[in-house]
Every structure is written in C-alpha cells, then in structure tokens.
C-alpha cells in the first residue's frame, strides 16, 4: 500500500505566486522526511529535508511544514519560478529500515511566465 | 565531485530477453540502492546495498531480478527474463552513510529507461 500520499497530481502557479504540495503518511515510526525534485531525463535531487522535532524548516525560497499530530507534512515555494518546473516527490524513512525511502506519487509542477 | 554514474542509459528489449544496467556510485559512498521509477509514480526500492552486503532486497522480484555490488564500489542490476510491466526507469543512488542522517541523504544518477515490447 501507498505508505505515503501526495496531492495535487499536477499543479499550475503564476511567476511570483507560491506553489503549496501536501503529503500525509500513517506510519509513527518515520523519522525523516525529505522533498526532492526531479527535472525530465534526470534523477531525482535532494531539496529539502525535516525531522519530526521541528515544526518547520526554511532554505531559501522552500519551506516545509511540518505537523505531526495530523501526520502531514508541506512543501511551500515562495516566489515561484518558471525554472521551478518540475516533478517534487515527498518521502519518508525510518531509522529501523536503514534508510529505506518511501515516496509518494509526485506532483507536476508548472510555473508560468 | 562526480555524481552517480549509470549507463546504459535507454535500452530496448524484447520480452523474455535479459537486459542488465550499471551503477558506479559517489566515491566513498558506502550505501548504494536500485530503485525502480514506473511513469507516474515516486521511485521503489528493489534492492539496498551496505558495501558488499545486502541490507534490504524485500521488494526485489527474485525470480527473474538479480543484483550485486563488485568489491563494494560498482553494481549491475539484472532482469531475466524480462516482462512488459518491468518497462520503467532504474535509478541508482548512494549515500556516505551507514547510519543516521548521512544515509537518508540520498544522490541520484540520471537512470536508465528501459522499454520492454
């Protein structure tokens, strides 16, 4: 089963504007939480990443928040631009499985001109 | 530093043929993964290495899926026989560490797209 679970599929932002992806998991054990982005023909690249002590974690233009009570988890991208155009995958692991990655569906992000 | 090294990168088999892809890792890197990337979907993991050993093969298909890592540096990932829904991209990435935050801090090389007809 899908361990976790990303929406929007596809995503379409103005230039400027902020671009919001949320995931939700169910298994209390993770741990680790990254994002990565993936461009076409190229694999996917570590953007961000959080621990569940933390309640959000900025670099640069992206957030993650982070809530673990809901078990959710988001990815912000402030100012967005068009070179932001990408797949973004959230994930997540577990100490117990040694670094086993989780990830979910990814979302098709759009950032017009 | 270099990335993660894959080649073939595109590759057309037949199915029931074998096809075989190769991973040299970011030197130094002692953990190295193969995952499995179908169109539409995040990444699976088929198989996870820890310099020569295996630390995680649940979700690798043995009957027709084999892996291994040369003197913990190197790997090649095989299918054989090949069947249409193995058609997908194999991504192989590493991470310095064993344990910890180093080994959640995954690289990716640019994967091999392979089309099964």
């Known amino acids: 089963q899908q361990q976790v679970k990303q929406s929007p599929q596809s995503l379409i932002v103005q230039k400027g504007g902020i671009s919001i992806i949320n995931c939700a998991y169910e298994?209390?054990?993770?741990?680790?939480f990254p994002w990565y982005q993936q461009f076409p023909g190229k694999g996917p690249a570590l953007l961000i990443a959080?621990?569940?002590?933390?309640s959000e974690k900025k670099e640069g233009r992206f957030t993650i928040s982070f809530n673990k009570s809901a078990k959710q988890f988001s990815l912000h991208i402030m100012d967005s631009q068009p070179g932001d155009s990408a797949t973004y995958f959230c994930?997540?692991?577990?100490?117990?499985?040694?670094?086993?990655?989780?990830f979910g569906r990814g979302t098709q992000l759009t950032v017009w001109p | 530093e270099a990335g993660v090294a894959q080649s073939p990168r595109y590759k057309i088999i037949e199915k029931r043929q074998s096809v075989a892809f190769w991973c040299n890792p970011i030197?130094?890197?002692?953990?190295l993964y193969w995952y499995q990337q179908i169109l539409g979907q995040g990444p699976k993991l088929l198989i996870q290495f820890q310099n020569n050993g295996v630390v995680d093969d649940s979700q690798l298909p043995k009957d027709r899926f084999s892996a291994e890592r040369l003197k913990g540096v190197d790997s090649t990932l095989k299918i054989q026989p090949a069947k249409l829904e193995d058609s997908a991209v194999y991504l192989c990435a590493s991470s310095s560490g064993t344990s910890g935050r180093l080994i959640y801090e995954q690289y990716f090389g640019p994967g091999t797209r392979l089309t099964v007809t």
């Open positions: 994930a997540a692991a577990r100490g117990s499985t040694l670094g086993r990655l989780y």
């Open positions: 030197s130094g890197h002692a953990t």
């Open positions: 959080i621990r569940p002590d933390v």
């Open positions: 298994n209390t054990a993770f741990d680790y």
